[in-house]
């Protein structure tokens, strides 16, 4: 029908403003709004299509389903700690991989099936969407801290997964080559759909927490893939352009994480990254000055200019408030305050852009890698709250480092950096921190909310 067309055409360029609003942070919330808009849209213009097609609607199950998955979503998204966004993400992505295997699986079971391409579609929907559901479990757990987020690696992980990967290919030309969804071709759908959740658990258990960016990217691109797939499975033209978008953005952010890290795909997947852990005590140090909320106040009552590196250890302490205050507090005083992003801050793409965001900053002042690091050398002061591989000079200085090549944000060329970090324990890549040992590095022992919180006192007395 014309105008259910014509309304699918709607829902998928909302969609697409939606996605453009996203990549920037003054449109975000804009976006946002996009694309929840054009769900509603689609949702309801399917359900609409149905309806009028004479296809039976247990509209019981579906308002039912509608308003427990809308409590759970609004009580979650409420509920939910800012530290806690990674894994909310990533159970997300699982979520939507899960949701793709229930309905190929409902559509295979009882419908005749002799086109060898809608077959195909209904396996590769079964195959991605669980891999994406368990594989996001896993990345849960780990960012969730009930299991390691260490690389758990056996012998010869990579061999077998490769070859339970040819055994679900296999499993599936099956299928396929059956015509038909006959109890034997059911029967198999079931055992691909098993060994696929094996291989998500396989593939993400090996991946340490200092690549859950590219993982939570990735498996976002996979969640996409499996909706597309889906949507050739219903023949339904809309949730084929949202897959493909979620699916192709996904991997250009993965593309863009990798970059970051100056690392390829295949090494983040296969490559057991962070496995080995250095015993970074503070007697592994030779050069470390313990500082404090006092002596980094007397620095800033001269600076003019303060540059301010977010990381993980900022989401933990719930410092972004505290964070800006310090920010707002200074500028008063005609100081230059900036924010300096590293793409691969905290635990996801855009985590420390949210934190921030959450706290009013100004869009303006979040300054990405490339934008600012030519600005470190000019720069009075540096605070570094809970950052530590990002501002790491071996990637830069140490060819026999991990973490060599990897772009970082150049602080250790500022005239004077504050480093605030609980200990002088290492970042997810397992490894010493050289900036702790250069010269113009002060170290304040503290909880990150705290410390900034004694600071701004400071400065207030100054």
Same mark, same amino acid.
């Given at each position: 029908?014309?105008?259910?067309?014509?309304?699918?055409?709607?829902?998928?360029? #909302?969609?697409?403003?939606?996605?453009?609003?996203?990549?920037?942070?003054?449109?975000?919330?804009?976006?946002?709004?996009?694309?929840?808009?054009?769900?509603?849209?689609?949702?309801?213009?399917?359900?609409?299509?149905?309806?009028?097609?004479?296809?039976?609607?247990?509209?019981?199950?579906?308002?039912?389903?509608?308003?427990?998955?809308?409590?759970?979503?609004?009580?979650?998204?409420?509920?939910?700690?800012?530290?806690?966004?990674?894994?909310?993400?990533?159970?997300?992505?699982?979520? /939507?991989?899960?949701?793709?295997?229930?309905?190929?699986?409902?559509?295979?079971?009882?419908?005749?099936?002799?086109?060898?391409?809608?077959?195909?579609?209904?396996?590769?929907?079964?195959?991605?969407?669980?891999?994406?559901?368990?594989?996001?479990?896993?990345?849960?757990?780990?960012?969730? /801290?009930?299991?390691?987020?260490?690389?758990?690696?056996?012998? /010869?992980?990579?061999?077998?997964? /490769?070859?339970?990967?040819?055994?679900?290919?296999?499993?599936?030309?099956?299928?396929?080559?059956?015509?038909? %969804?006959?109890?034997?071709?059911?029967?198999?759908?079931? #055992?691909?759909? @098993?060994?696929?959740?094996?291989?998500?658990?396989?593939?993400?258990?090996?991946?340490?927490?200092?690549?859950?960016?590219?993982?939570?990217?990735?498996? !976002?691109?996979?969640?996409?893939?499996?909706?597309?797939?889906? @949507?050739?499975?219903?023949?339904?033209?809309?949730?084929?352009?949202?897959?493909?978008?979620?699916?192709?953005?996904?991997?250009?952010?993965?593309?863009?994480?990798?970059?970051?890290? !100056?690392?390829?795909?295949?090494?983040?997947?296969?490559?057991?990254?962070?496995?080995?852990?250095?015993?970074?005590?503070?007697?592994?140090?030779?050069?470390?000055?313990?500082?404090?909320?006092?002596?980094?106040?007397?620095?800033?009552?001269?600076?003019?200019?303060?540059?301010?590196?977010?990381?993980?250890?900022?989401?933990?302490?719930?410092?972004?408030?505290?964070?800006?205050?310090?920010?707002?507090?200074?500028?008063?005083?005609?100081?230059?305050?900036?924010?300096?992003?590293?793409?691969?801050?905290?635990?996801?793409?855009?985590?420390?852009?949210?934190?921030?965001?959450?706290? %009013?900053?100004?869009?303006?002042?979040?300054?990405?890698?490339?934008?600012?690091?030519?600005?470190?050398?000019?720069?009075?002061?540096?605070?570094?709250?809970?950052? %530590?591989?990002?501002?790491?000079?071996?990637?830069?200085?140490?060819?026999?480092?991990?973490?060599?090549?990897?772009?970082?944000?150049?602080?250790?060329?500022?005239?004077?950096?504050?480093?605030?970090?609980?200990?002088?324990?290492?970042?997810?890549?397992?490894?010493?921190?050289?900036?702790?040992?250069?010269?113009?590095?002060?170290?304040?022992?503290?909880?990150?909310?705290?410390?900034?919180?004694?600071?701004?006192?400071?400065?207030?007395?100054?």
């Amino acid at each position: 029908m014309i105008g259910i067309d014509f309304t699918y055409l709607v829902a998928a360029v #909302l969609f697409i403003l939606g996605i453009k609003g996203l990549t920037k942070v003054k449109t975000s919330k804009r976006g946002n709004m996009l694309a929840a808009i054009a769900m509603l849209i689609a949702v309801v213009i399917t359900l609409v299509d149905m309806q009028l097609k004479g296809t039976g609607i247990g509209w019981g199950y579906i308002i039912s389903g509608i308003v427990i998955g809308g409590l759970i979503g609004a009580i979650t998204a409420r509920k939910v700690e800012m530290t806690a966004m990674p894994q909310m993400v990533a159970i997300f992505n699982g979520f /939507g991989g899960g949701a793709s295997v229930l309905v190929a699986t409902a559509y295979f079971i009882p419908t005749a099936i002799n086109n060898m391409f809608d077959i195909s579609t209904v396996m590769l929907s079964m195959l991605i969407g669980s891999v994406t559901f368990t594989g996001s479990v896993i990345a849960f757990l780990k960012l969730q /801290g009930w299991i390691s987020s260490r690389p758990i690696i056996f012998k /010869g992980n990579n061999i077998w997964n /490769g070859l339970l990967f040819l055994i679900i290919i296999g499993v599936a030309v099956r299928v396929i080559m059956l015509g038909q %969804n006959t109890p034997y071709g059911i029967s198999l759908s079931f #055992l691909l759909i @098993g060994l696929a959740a094996l291989l998500g658990i396989l593939l993400v258990i090996p991946i340490g927490g200092a690549d859950m960016p590219v993982v939570i990217a990735l498996l !976002n691109s996979y969640s996409g893939l499996a909706a597309a797939a889906t @949507g050739f499975v219903l023949k339904n033209t809309v949730l084929i352009i949202s897959g493909a978008l979620v699916g192709a953005s996904g991997i250009i952010l993965t593309t863009i994480m990798c970059k970051a890290m !100056n690392r390829s795909l295949v090494n983040v997947i296969f490559g057991g990254f962070g496995q080995e852990v250095s015993k970074s005590e503070r007697g592994g140090y030779k050069n470390v000055k313990e500082s404090s909320p006092e002596e980094a106040a007397l620095f800033l009552e001269s600076a003019s200019s303060v540059i301010i590196i977010p990381g993980y250890g900022l989401a933990v302490a719930q410092a972004q408030h505290a964070c800006q205050e310090l920010a707002e507090m200074l500028e008063k005083r005609s100081i230059n305050v900036r924010f300096a992003i590293h793409p691969v801050a905290g635990r996801m793409p855009g985590h420390m852009n949210v934190l921030l965001a959450e706290a %009013n900053v100004p869009h303006e002042k979040l300054m990405d890698l490339d934008s600012i690091n030519a600005d470190f050398k000019n720069t009075d002061v540096v605070i570094v709250v809970g950052a %530590n591989d990002v501002v790491n000079p071996a990637a830069t200085n140490d060819k026999n480092s991990p973490i060599y090549g990897m772009p970082i944000l150049k602080a250790h060329e500022a005239r004077s950096v504050f480093v605030i970090k609980r200990s002088l324990s290492p970042g997810f890549a397992g490894i010493d921190n050289e900036l702790f040992d250069y010269d113009n590095t002060r170290m304040i022992f503290a909880d990150a909310k705290q410390a900034l919180q004694q600071l701004v006192l400071e400065v207030e007395e100054l």
